[in-house]
């Protein structure tokens, strides 16, 4: 077996690969009338990536598995030569490394040991089974915006996840889109991605589907592969209750799918759609919170937010310096904490001129959405005691 290879090309798939690098890496390659593709594939238990890459090889067919220190020899010997080759070790050096491979680039060489078994995970089809095709920037998009608010605090014990609700059905006025929530119990978003070209039924004959599937998964992994997919044409994804691949270019990613792990805030958006809406300028808001944490110390303490008459006002805990925005408000309600970062981020993330605050209560959470892009960023208020200052409960009793 000899294996030629194009530096830069292995290059960035062993870069992909990364995505669920375990404790093993397997190499397969196979000879075609037209062309010689392998396959760079990796494992860790929960997502599994395979990456093409073309080569040369002298076989019709090669395939091994070595560990995860492949991906860093390769990405090293790339810096070295504009061409990188793998050959089996010769059996008669009696040097001791017969059981390996040679990665040879720029005169240097490495002997990876090989391994006897690598455990991959195979799609499982059944009844549930669904493939939907879409746009890669919609959904590039989508998980861009939905996937920024998860928890990236591991010790609050809660799951990273990300949510991919898919609606469809029979009537074509119905709209198709992929729906991308996340949620913890302090902040989340949901975002609208429209894109969805086709929708079916795998298991039998294909058929349109009609409803609603829902599939959570791994927030920082989903993230990574959105990172990696190519902007133009499209995605194919193929889901089921307890798996997802989507492939695109060269590319196939398999995850697994779990339950949500997060109370539903937006129920409570839903639930409670009677709660006061402030609309003003987004910029406006920014800066008079910039401002304010400038002057009342609120990197660490809570901004208030409360109104009169037809002004939105913020203030630090001591009302020491208070900002009014004009603003079109609906309703009354009690003043709420607010933490500036929530604020801003909710600001940042909605990308329009004009926003709209909703406010449900003190204990519940507060929502933010825009006229540019059909999501909503939601958090959770500080308490505050009748002084008007942040209790010990902080965001604890969000109903």
Do not use: W
Not at 237 to 253: D, E, P
């Amino acid at each position: 077996m000899n294996i030629i290879i194009e530096s830069g090309n292995i290059a960035k798939a062993a870069k992909d690969a990364r995505l669920s690098l375990g404790d093993a890496v397997q190499v397969c390659i196979k000879k075609r009338k037209d062309n010689t593709t392998g396959q760079l594939i990796t494992c860790d238990g929960n997502s599994q990536t395979h990456v093409l890459f073309k080569c040369e090889m002298d076989v019709n067919e090669a395939k091994f598995i070595t560990g995860p220190e492949f991906l860093d020899t390769i990405s090293k010997m790339a810096e070295m030569g504009e061409v990188i080759e793998i050959a089996r070790n010769p059996l008669d050096e009696g040097n001791g490394f017969e059981d390996c491979i040679r990665v040879s680039c720029g005169g240097s060489s490495v002997l990876l040991r090989l391994k006897e078994e690598m455990k991959l995970f195979q799609m499982k089809q059944d009844a549930s089974t669904v493939s939907v095709k879409m746009s890669v920037s919609k959904f590039k998009d989508a998980i861009c915006y939905g996937g920024y608010c998860a928890s990236k605090d591991d010790n609050r014990g809660l799951k990273n996840v990300i949510e991919l609700q898919f609606h469809f059905g029979d009537d074509e006025n119905k709209k198709q889109c992929l729906c991308v929530q996340t949620t913890d119990f302090y902040k989340g978003a949901k975002i609208e991605a429209g894109g969805i070209s086709s929708f079916q039924m795998v298991n039998g004959k294909p058929q349109r589907a009609s409803g609603e599937k829902t599939y959570a998964l791994d927030c920082a992994r989903i993230q990574s592969m959105a990172g990696i997919l190519q902007q133009e044409g499209e995605i194919d994804i193929l889901l089921n209750k307890g798996q997802a691949v989507f492939s695109n270019v060269g590319r196939i990613f398999m995850f697994r799918a779990f339950e949500k792990r997060y109370p539903d805030l937006l129920g409570t958006f839903e639930k409670k759609k009677s709660g006061v809406c402030a609309e003003a300028n987004a910029v406006d808001i920014k800066r008079a919170a910039e401002l304010i944490s400038v002057v009342g110390d609120t990197e660490r303490r809570p901004i208030i937010l409360s109104h009169e008459k037809e002004m939105l006002l913020l203030s630090d805990e001591k009302r020491t310096s208070i900002s009014r925005i004009p603003a079109k408000i609906e309703g009354k309600f009690e003043e709420i904490g607010i933490r500036k970062e929530n604020l801003i981020l909710g600001l940042v993330k909605a990308s329009s001129e004009k926003v709209c605050i909703s406010i449900c209560g003190t204990k519940s959470p507060f929502f933010i959405t825009g006229n540019r892009h059909e999501g909503i960023y939601f958090a959770a208020p500080v308490l505050l005691g009748k002084n008007g200052k942040e209790t010990d409960g902080k965001s604890k009793n969000v109903e």
